[in-house]
């Protein structure tokens, strides 16, 4: 049995349902659940998210329903159908929740399809995949009856392997830079077992950093200055802008435990060579060395004494220890992705 709703205007509708003359319910008048379809009684417990029903104790009447189901009076007088009404708000609520669920399971699709279609799990499936794949066209593919071959190619003279990916039939994976076998590049241990072009992609990917970043050893034009040594050069210093041509990136080294006098220095050195024309805009890595000597900055504070020289282009600090040959390689590598654009 339900109440009589409070609302005047869901009311009225009640009782123009009921279609009595002269009805007027007290607070005591009730409809008998029989009147009501089912769409319009809440039996359950409804949680937004994932559904999740649980029985009511005592049964309770959607918002806005109305009793329709009258077997005395005309059929257009009585109605077994759904007539409740959602309020806009949470018409829209509920239509947002679908439309995301919808999507949710779109993107899971989506996402098992796009695995699939990239998985492998035999030399003949690989084989299948990289013919599917578009690679970057560095690359150039050899498949063999049990061997394939990715190949980067020099060929400003006469063909030159750079770099190569060699996956046997039993899908292990081994890299070689020149004549050189590779045991370890990024995340990866070699040779690697692959099972996906995804894979297969991101060794490709970071071996041509590698090889971009051994690249860029081997320009004609790159030279170091030591500026402690040339800062005070009058004869020297008019030739460094000769070396400036061509350049595509500027590591500065500067030491990390120094005073704030030779670090002011070194900020006013730098903007007098970032000011030449022919290095406008090309990315920077401030390389602060003696990092594990006691009292040095850290990266925070040596930014802000080069935040102003360095406005306005792509550029870094790195830290690095005493003869901390890695953490040099790395700066170096830091410099190539500005470069290039990675970072």
Known sequence: MFS?????????????????????PSKFSKVCELHFSDDAIRRYNEKTGEKICVPLKWYRLHDFAVPTIFTDFPTYLSNSGNL????????????????????????????????????FTSFPELVECLNAEKLQDIW???????????MMLDTKISPVIKASVIINKDLDLTIHIGQTKIDQLGKYKFPVK?????????????????IEMKSSHDFP?????IVNLLERSDFVRPFWSKYFEGQH???????????????????????EVISNSLLKGIPCVILATHQDIKGSRSPQEIA????????????????????????????????????????
Request: charged residues 30%.
């Open 249 to 271: 990136g500027l590591l500065y080294v500067i030491d990390a435990a120094a005073d704030d006098e030779v670090l002011k220095e070194a900020v006013r050195i730098l903007q």
């Open 194 to 210: 692959v099972n996906n072009t995804i894979v297969v992609n991101e060794i490709l990917h970071e071996l041509a950093l590698r």
């Open 4 to 24: 009589f709703p409070k609302e005047d205007f869901l009311r009225k509708k009640w009782i123009q349902a009921i279609s009595r003359k002269d009805f007027a």
């Open 84 to 119: 409740t009404q959602e309020c806009p708000e949470k018409r829209l609520q509920r239509l947002e929740n679908e439309h995301l669920q919808r999507s949710i399971q779109a993107s899971i699709i989506s996402k098992e399809e796009f695995e699939k279609k990239k998985s």
């Open 140 to 150: 150039t593919v050899i498949c063999k009856n049990d061997l394939v071959i990715i």
């Open 304 to 343: 802000q004494f080069f935040n102003e020289a360095l406005h306005g282009r792509k550029w870094q600090v790195h830290m690095c220890g005493y003869q901390d040959r890695d953490g040099v390689q790395i700066s170096l590598e830091n410099l190539v992705d500005l470069m290039t654009g990675i970072s």
């Open 221 to 225: 034009t790159t030279f170091g200055f």
